[in-house]
């Protein structure tokens, strides 16, 4: 008996889990991950522009540290109980790179202890960030171009205020 309760009880959710799933859509689980840079001083950096998975921003001179930024999720509560992912994922980072006049310099994402990232994935030539990932960076002389290209981002629960502005 206790088998065909679970098996019921596994059908019965299903369903369930495709209704929030229908749900969310509608008032939005987009995979934008709202990216920008947040700088040892607190200033917010958006992005400059975005070219497919390219983001770019405009770093002043000075800072040697900053943030990545961006919403984060975590795809077992997202996506529901067929995923079995219960890391906070805010972005897969396949690369970083500063950009000065017509040199590129690129960074090592997610190395030397920096908070924020999780292990490199198996079989991928990326890094998940938590929605936090710490950027150490050379000293900056001048404005410099900072190049971040994902490879993946995952869905994003918008809170119910935000889902209603987006449906009226």
């Not at 889990?17 to 859509?25: I, L, P, Q």
Request: hydrophobic share 40%; aromatic share 6%.
């Amino acid at each position: 008996m206790s088998s065909r309760s679970g098996s019921v009880l596994q059908h019965g959710l299903e369903p369930l889990e495709m209704v929030g799933a229908t749900r969310n859509d509608l008032t939005g689980t987009p995979h934008d991950p709202a990216l920008y840079i947040r700088l040892g001083n607190g200033d917010l950096v958006p992005a400059h522009r975005r070219n497919g998975p390219r983001y770019f921003f405009v770093l002043p001179d000075g800072p040697t540290h900053a943030v990545l930024q961006s919403r984060s999720a975590l795809p077992a509560e997202i996506d529901g109980p067929f995923v079995d992912d219960r890391r906070q994922l805010g972005v897969c980072v396949r690369s970083a790179a500063l950009w000065t006049e017509l040199r590129s310099t690129i960074l090592e994402i997610g190395t030397s202890g920096l908070p924020g990232w999780h292990h490199p994935e198996p079989f991928a030539d990326c890094r998940w960030t938590n929605g936090q990932a710490g950027l150490t960076l050379p000293v900056l002389f001048q404005p410099t171009m900072l190049e971040v290209e994902l490879s993946a981002t995952v869905r994003y629960a918008i809170s119910l205020d935000l889902a209603q502005l987006l449906i009226s």
